[in-house]
């Protein structure tokens, strides 16, 4: 049985966890587009948007993931010489830094921005931070590919090794003993979360602008606060910044969805002529109250 500890897969010369990168990068991209395209937002935002929150995520990512090292080794950068912490493609990167510090970033822009196009903040919020989701899901296979982010021993008459893919359960033998693959555990739950919250709450915009944005928040706090702990290389840094995460996700939440006041012009559009439906099927359009509608068949309330 080959051990994979340590062990970083490649196709070709490619890193299999640069890939897996800029897949999930992508598809974050292109779900934040169809939906900056729905609310009729100009190309040249979303492009330096994309430009602010790219370069400063990668950053962000791998500053917090160098300091969380620092602390667990007192002060020494303790993987080979000084400049391995640039050397991205070889893994660790903190998903909390890189949304922290991109998320900043962006609303930064967005507020103090002098073109005459505004970009309604709480949309934009509840727009770019689900979408989050997708990219983390994907990512979480770079972990996989580079044996790493996975949880305790798994007995081989456990329930959870026996229902893993052959070539999963293979690559999870690791330092002489088969791991828990909690990559595996947090892809799923990143997918479930981004289908949620994208393709049915942003889809049909069931909830008030900005609220998705302090659902994911909130969501992916809980996620990781309950997974930190069974990591076979647990950081107290990232258990911190978990509680911190359910704490402004709630608060953002419950201020986005019934706090904050609506000050938009509200359209409920049923998606079938059969009035029957119209009380289950509809679309909720939030249109800002210096615009004037073009929604003709709407109802507002």
Not at 78 to 87: K, Q, R, S, V
Not at 193 to 201: D, G, K, N
Not at 234 to 261: C, D, H, Q, R
């Amino acid at each position: 049985m080959k051990d994979f500890a340590g062990v970083q897969l490649k196709l070709g010369f490619i890193n299999i966890y640069s890939l897996t990168m800029m897949l999930g990068m992508l598809a974050a991209i292109l779900t934040v587009y169809y939906f900056w395209r729905r609310e009729k937002y100009s190309f040249e935002k979303f492009a330096i948007i994309v430009f602010i929150a790219l370069p400063t995520a990668i950053i962000g990512a791998r500053f917090v993931f160098v300091i969380q090292q620092l602390i667990e080794h007192k002060g020494h950068w303790n993987d080979g010489p000084w400049y391995n912490a640039f050397a991205v493609w070889r893994g660790g990167l903190s998903i909390h830094g890189g949304v922290i510090t991109a998320t900043t970033c962006v609303i930064l822009y967005i507020l103090f921005s002098k073109t005459e196009e505004k970009i309604d903040l709480k949309k934009a919020f509840s727009i770019i931070l689900p979408a989050v989701l997708i990219g983390q899901a994907i990512g979480r296979w770079g972990n996989f590919a580079n044996h790493e982010v996975y949880g305790k021993i798994m007995e081989e008459g456990s329930l959870a090794f026996k229902i893993l893919p052959q070539f999963i359960r293979d690559h999870m033998f690791i330092g002489g003993k088969y791991r828990l693959p909690l990559f595996l555990y947090e892809s799923i739950s990143n997918l479930i979360a981004y289908v949620i919250l994208v393709w049915v709450l942003n889809k049909w915009n069931w909830l008030r602008p900005g609220t998705t944005g302090g659902l994911y928040i909130l969501y992916y706090g809980i996620i990781r606060f309950g997974m930190e702990p069974l990591r076979e290389d647990n950081y107290t840094i990232y258990k911190v910044i978990s509680a911190l995460y359910i704490l402004v996700g709630l608060t953002l939440t419950i201020l986005f969805e019934f706090i904050i006041k609506l000050n938009y012009n509200v359209y409920k559009i049923p998606q079938f002529e059969n009035e029957k439906t119209h009380g289950i099927f509809y679309f909720i359009v939030y249109e800002p109250r210096n615009k004037q509608s073009n929604l003709r068949k709407s109802h507002a309330y």
